[in-house]
Every structure is written in structure tokens, then in C-alpha cells.
């Protein structure tokens, strides 16, 4: 079904559905028109109507996924081990890891391990005198395979855990608590419900290769949406919060429910801080630059850069609008500041520019992780004074209180990306991320650069001699 045959009510639930995917903003701002245009006025209608018609470009369609990747859950590895042990496969969920470590476990005791967890093929299989005395009359061949089988099944389960935890963390960067939003609570204030949509939509756009920033979120859609939650005495300012905790909404909270956020935000930051400390343990860095060293995992570290750096801002936004900002008097642990590539870091040289002053703040403090877990002490004034070294403000960077909301941002529609670039239409963007263009590798399928038309490419990228061009 199209969106222009979509009912009020199934468009709030798509928007709904929308939190926890990756839909474009001008999709979703079709759907917000579905469900609230006709309580608009004439000038909402306009704003909202030119990013809902921007939704038809190309029939409708893009080159780029409208979701995050899923991780795949273990239906094929339960049915290989339910058909090798004769059991029925029912009560396993195939997507919850606890419940295929269950499952495993089980079979490893089926098998005669000592500890279900040890499945080593070498080290922790029985020998024919092993398979006797605990009663399993099976061949050698037999019980390999079934141990092979109990062995992919466990690891499975620790992957697909990994995986979802992954998935998770790049939602809560992108989005907040947005994901974790009842479907009740959102259907009964659909103002809210389509501030929050179209909004965590907007976050959630890809990066593009650029040097002059990422658009603000928050734009004139936005704003139009977000002004019809202010005029609403009824508005659900908890749902709200949980995707757009700045000072303005979180004022309106209780003190039960700021303490509520205070602990989530926390929590998120201290989980995330012991995984950038694992990454950072196992990797060599470069604290003063930051640039991509071969090695690096720079998909891993940057991912839990944003998500660290989300509940950090969110946390701060939070002690502030509780009153408690003095707090970071005692301790105040830092941002944490993603890899970037190389090829961007020499294209910021090559036109005059060098690292983010945020750069060389951080290299100024303690790792935030040391002074998460108290190893490291970081007062305000230090950070402070590295701001001030850095030619930094630390308030209006968000160093040392919320940061300083910038412009409203103007609506324009979502680019074709492929690795950052933007392509001129979704076809080409599919041609060229298919041969592996931008990729940083060999291009693939005998695509030959030439051959591409020079309008295609929309994006400024940097040349041979530190040009800029298209």
C-alpha cells in the first residue's frame, strides 16, 4: 500500500514502526501529513507539504537501505541441531541469544561435557572410553557431528548477541530512547508521535563526505511540528524527552521522571565507556589526530563514539535541567572524538584547515573511561582550561554544560549516498556501490572512472594537488 492510500491511523502506526527503522525524513513527513494535515494551517501545511512531496522523487524509490541491518537470528543452526539430536525445536527463540545458549548447553550436556560453555572440538570431546562411560552410544562420526553442531549453535549466539547489542547502541546514538517508545503511548498523543518520527529520522541520516558539517536536525518541519507540541497543555512531554532531551522539554518533566532519565543517560554512558576502553586497550590510536591507522576498527570505535557521546550530552542536558549542574564541579568526564579518514583529514589540510579544536581538547584531558571508573580525576575547571587552551568555549561546545542549540536547519531532501558521496540519482548510486566506488578499494566489475559522467558525482571531494572538485 502506498502512503497516499494510507488511513490516518495506519500512518501513526507506520510512524510508529518508523522509530526503530531508518526511513527517510521526507517518507515520514508524507506519513505526518497523513495524520495531521488536516488540523494544519495554511503555513504549516506549505512547510510540511514541500519535504512530503520531496518523498515521489524517483517514484518513490532509493538506492539506500530504509533500515539498519538486522542481525540474522539462529533458525538455520537450531534446525540443523534439532534435526541431528531428533528433538523438537519448539520453545527456542531464535532471535533471543540467552535462549540458544539454553538450548546449547542442554545438547552439551547430551554430549557428556563437563561445562556446557567449553566446547572445544580439540580439548573437550569424549573419546570412545568418555562416550562409554556416560552412556552415549553413538560413532566417533556421529558424536563429532553433533558437537560440531552444539559448538556453531553457542557461537552463534554469542554473535548474534554482539550484534544486537551493536544494532542497539547505533540506535540509541542516532535516536535516544526512541526505539524503546510504547506503540499505546505513541497512538494516544500523535502530535508528539510525529515530532518524534520525523525528528529521529532526521538524526538518523547518513554522513556525508563534506567539510562543511552536518545540516541540524532540527529544522523548519521540525519546528513547525514541535511548535504544535508546545501549544498542547496535553502533550506527553516523557515520550518526547526520550528522543529530544534538551532544556526546553526536559522542564517540563517531574523530578521523578528527570532522576528517571538521569539514571538511563548514566548508566548508557558507564556501559559505553568500558567498551571504548576495551577498543582503545586493543588498538594503537593516535590521541593528538585521531586519523584512521591501519588496524584501527574504525566502524566499532566511531559507533560507540556516538553513542557515548549522546548520553554524555544528554546526561549533562538532564543534571542541568534538574538543578545539579554542579556536579560536573567534582568530576566531568570528556566527550570522546571518532576516527576520521585520512583522505578527509588531508582534504581539511589541503584547503587550510587541520583537526576539530574538539581534537585537541580531548588529547589535553584523561580518557573519560579513567574518569568513569575513578582511575583518572577530571574536574570542570580542567576541562575548562583545555578548552581555553584550544581556543574552545567550553559551554557553547558542550565541553562543560548542553550545548548551545544551533540554527533551525532548512529541509532538503535526503541525498543518494554511496560511502558518504552524494550521487546525482539512486540508479547510478546503486551502479557505483555495486563496483565498489568511494570504497577506498579496488573498484570492482571493471567500472572504469572515466566512464562515469562528470554530473553524476554531486558532492565537492578533493583532487590530485588539493583542488577541490566534483
Known amino acids: 500500500m502506498s502512503i497516499a492510500d494510507t488511513s490516518a491511523e495506519e500512518a501513526l502506526v507506520a510512524l510508529h514502526t518508523s522509530l526503530d527503522e531508518r526511513r527517510r525524513p521526507e517518507e515520514v513527513a508524507h506519513l505526518v501529513l497523513r495524520v495531521v494535515g488536516g488540523r494544519l494551517g495554511l503555513r504549516e501545511r506549505m512547510t510540511l507539504g514541500r519535504a512530503a512531496r520531496a518523498a515521489s522523487r524517483w517514484n518513490g524509490w532509493s538506492s539506500m537501505s530504509a533500515d539498519f541491518a538486522r542481525p540474522v537470528g539462529g533458525a538455520r543452526q537450531i534446525d540443523a541441531a534439532a534435526r541431528l539430536f531428533e528433538l523438537s525445536r519448539g520453545g527456542i527463540d531464535p532471535d533471543d541469544p540467552v535462549s540458544l545458549l539454553d538450548f546449547s548447553a542442554r545438547l552439551g550436556e547430551a554430549l557428556g561435557a563437563v561445562d556446557p560453555a567449553r566446547l572445544d572440538f580439540l580439548r573437550d570431546r569424549l573419546n570412545r572410553e568418555g562416550r562409554a562411560a556416560a552412556g552415549i552410544e553413538l560413532s566417533k562420526r556421529q ?3 553433533r558437537f560440531r553442531v552444539t559448538q556453531r549453535l553457542s557461537a552463534k549466539a554469542d554473535r548474534l548477541a554482539v550484534e544486537q547489542r551493536k544494532r542497539h547502541l547505533t540506535m540509541v546514538a542516532r535516536a535516544g530512547f526512541a526505539a524503546s517508545i510504547e506503540r499505546g503511548r505513541f497512538l494516544a498523543d500523535p502530535s508528539a508521535g510525529c515530532f518524534v518520527a520525523y525528528l529521529t529520522a532526521k538524526r538518523k541520516l547518513r554522513r556525508e563526505f563534506t567539510l562543511s558539517g552536518r545540516d541540524n536536525p532540527y529544522d523548519d518541519v521540525a519546528d513547525v511540528l514541535f511548535k504544535r507540541c508546545v501549544a498542547n497543555p496535553a502533550t506527553d512531554w516523557w515520550m518526547i524527552a526520550q528522543a529530544y532531551p534538551t532544556p526546553s522539554v526536559l522542564a517540563r518533566l517531574t523530578d521523578a521522571q528527570r532522576g528517571e532519565l538521569l539514571g538511563r543517560w548514566w548508566a548508557t554512558m558507564r556501559h559505553v565507556a568500558a567498551l571504548l576502553k576495551r577498543v582503545w586497550s586493543a588498538s594503537e590510536f593516535d590521541q593528538a589526530t585521531m586519523i584512521v591507522r591501519r588496524g584501527n576498527d574504525s566502524s566499532t570505535w566511531n559507533l560507540l563514539c556516538g553513542t557515548y557521546n549522546t548520553a554524555r550530552a544528554a546526561w549533562i542536558a538532564t543534571l542541568d535541567a534538574s538543578g545539579s549542574l554542579g556536579l560536573l564541579d567534582a568530576s566531568c568526564p570528556g566527550k570522546a ?33 579513567d574518569v568513569l571508573d575513578g582511575t583518572a580525576a577530571c574536574s570542570r575547571t580542567d576541562v575548562e582550561a583545555a578548552c581555553a587552551d584550544g581556543g574552545v568555549d567550553p559551554v557553547k561546545s558542550g565541553w562543560a554544560g548542553p550545548k548551545t542549540p544551533a540554527a533551525v536547519g532548512v529541509f532538503r531532501p535526503t541525498p543518494e549516498l554511496v560511502h558518504g558521496v552524494s550521487i546525482a540519482d539512486p540508479l547510478w548510486a546503486a551502479m557505483l556501490r555495486t563496483g565498489g566506488a568511494f570504497s577506498g578499494k579496488m573498484v570492482k566489475g571493471g567500472l572504469d572512472r572515466s566512464l562515469i559522467p562528470v554530473d553524476v558525482v554531486v558532492s565537492e571531494l578533493p583532487k590530485p594537488g588539493g583542488h577541490v572538485g566534483r
Request: glycine share 12%; no cysteine.
Open 143 to 145: 558424536y563429532n557431528r
Open 337 to 369: 572524538m571518532m576516527l576520521i579518514a585520512a583522505d578527509l583529514a588531508a582534504w581539511h589540510r589541503s584547503t587550510g584547515g587541520g583537526p576539530h579544536p574538539d581534537v585537541g581538547v580531548w588529547a589535553r584531558l584523561p580518557l573519560p573511561w
